[in-house]
């Protein structure tokens, strides 16, 4: 699992950043990349408030086949994970989808020095139209 370094280009008001290359089945590679946002901006408190949730972050898909065109927030609350696109209309496919939940265990363990309660989260992949990893 090729990893890139990934706090030298951490996003402003992001905690952590992560970026992953992935091998999907049809042959193509994925970039997928994770932030966990900081809670101490004023911005991020408000959508964390506005969702109820413990942590947030937003995941962007490069050169995926169907990969969104905007980074998509993801939020965890009590019991599941999910993903809000910024227009509404998701587009993430099927493949990259379907790995998610996998990928999202790996940079929860990755930046487990600063958020240890997110190792701890259990995934699994999603039904086809459903937004929420559980």
């Not at 065109?69 to 989808?97: C, S």
């Not at 020095?113 to 699994?124: E, I, Q, Y």
């Amino acid at each position: 699992m090729p990893r890139h370094e990934g706090d030298r280009r951490r996003p402003p008001g992001s905690l952590a950043w992560r970026q992953y290359e992935v091998k999907l089945a049809s042959g193509h590679t994925a970039t997928l990349g994770f932030s966990l946002a900081d809670p101490r901006h004023k911005s991020i408190a408000r959508a964390q408030r506005a969702h109820d949730a413990s942590h947030l972050g937003w995941l962007v898909v490069r050169d995926g086949p169907d990969a969104p065109e905007e980074a998509v927030l993801w939020f965890r609350q009590a019991t599941a994970l999910t993903l809000l696109p910024q227009n509404d209309d998701m587009t993430i496919g099927d493949e990259v989808k379907a790995l998610l939940p996998r990928y999202f265990a790996v940079f929860f363990d990755d930046i487990k020095d600063v958020a240890p309660d997110l190792a701890d989260v259990r995934l699994a992949a999603p039904k086809t139209g459903d937004k929420t990893l559980h």
